[in-house]
């Protein structure tokens, strides 16, 4: 074996044991929900899981108008490629006034090739004030 091909197998095999993992670009869309008191100044956060594990959570950064009522809010970062998209987590750590959320939709784009789109209509409260009283919801996704 050449020294040039010891080295890439050398390379490869410790990219491998550093849990080496393909990172993709996502842009992620989040729309409150246009209904009275549905934004919320918690610190919302997300998880993606699909058919090759889960992404770590990923809070999502707040801006002035982030997650108020009738907003749409977009978000893009790279991480690791999930696969498939199945579901996420989504939820808040429910601090703040009024911390209670009105979640109507998420809207993701894998940007691999082809770009592959996925689409949630939640249209329900994600707070502790509300039916069913909790703050973090696993929500499955539907393919475009």
């Known amino acids: 074996m050449s020294i040039t091909s010891s080295f890439g197998l050398l390379c490869v095999l410790m990219l491998f044991q550093s849990g080496f993992t393909e990172r993709i670009r996502y842009t992620i869309t989040i ?14 956060f997300i998880i993606l899981h699909g ?8 809070i999502l950064p707040y801006m002035v108008g ?9 978000f893009w970062g790279t991480e690791e490629n999930v696969g498939q998209i199945k579901s996420i987590t989504i939820g ?3 601090a703040g006034w009024k911390p209670g959320w009105f ?5 993701i784009t894998q ?16 707070a502790t ?6 703050i973090v919801k696993t929500i499955s996704v539907t393919q475009l």
């Open 51 to 58: 058919t090759r594990g889960s992404t770590d959570k990923y």
């Open 129 to 134: 004030s509300e039916p069913d009283w909790t």
């Open 103 to 107: 979640l109507e939709s998420v809207h």
């Open 31 to 44: 729309k409150t929900g246009d209904v009275r008191g549905a934004g919320t100044d918690a610190h919302v």
């Open 66 to 74: 982030s997650f108020e009522q009738g907003s749409k809010d977009i």
């Open 111 to 126: 940007h691999v090739t082809p770009s592959v789109e996925y689409q949630i209509n939640w249209n329900n409260w994600i």
């Open 92 to 94: 808040h750590d429910n």
